[in-house]
Nanobody
Framework: QVQLVESGGGLVQAGGSLRLSCAAS????????MAWFRQGPGKEREFVAG????????DYADSVKGRFTISRDNAKNTVYLRMNSLKPVDTAVYYC?????????????????WGQGTQVTVPS
């Protein structure tokens, strides 16, 4: 069983930055791809970014490409999402997710484990 705990959310002005963290616990974490999703008010959960175990493969949603960076520190079992140039449209609950495999996927249903989420608010 994999458990995920997010942190780092908060209120930030437009143009500002935040770094989200996702601490993972469990066995055989090297088998897991990690990703960030978000769900804004009245919206469906959407893919933000994903990374494989080695970090050699990363994928980003078009809406965040060039502004957000996903990384992972396997020694600390932690995945990060650095968010720069934040916009009001980035306001959402951000979720960390894990799927057993080697490929980053963009569909929430393909991820078996989820954190509880952390709120990011960028006021307009």
């Amino acid at each position: 069983q994999v458990q995920l705990v997010e942190s780092g959310g908060g209120l930030v002005q437009a143009g500002g930055s935040l770094r989200l963290s996702c601490a993972a616990s469990g066995r055989m974490l090297f088998l897991y791809v990690m990703a960030w999703f978000r769900q804004g008010p009245g919206k469906e959960r959407e893919f933000v970014a994903g990374i494989n175990y080695s970090g050699s493969s990363r994928d980003y949603a078009d809406s965040v490409k060039g502004r957000f960076t996903i990384s992972r520190d396997n020694a600390k079992n932690t995945v990060y999402l650095r968010m720069n140039s934040l916009k009001p449209v980035d306001t959402a609950v951000y979720y960390c997710a894990a799927r057993r495999g080697t490929e980053v996927r963009r569909t929430p249903d393909e991820y078996e484990h989820w954190g509880q989420g952390t709120q990011v608010t960028v006021p307009s």
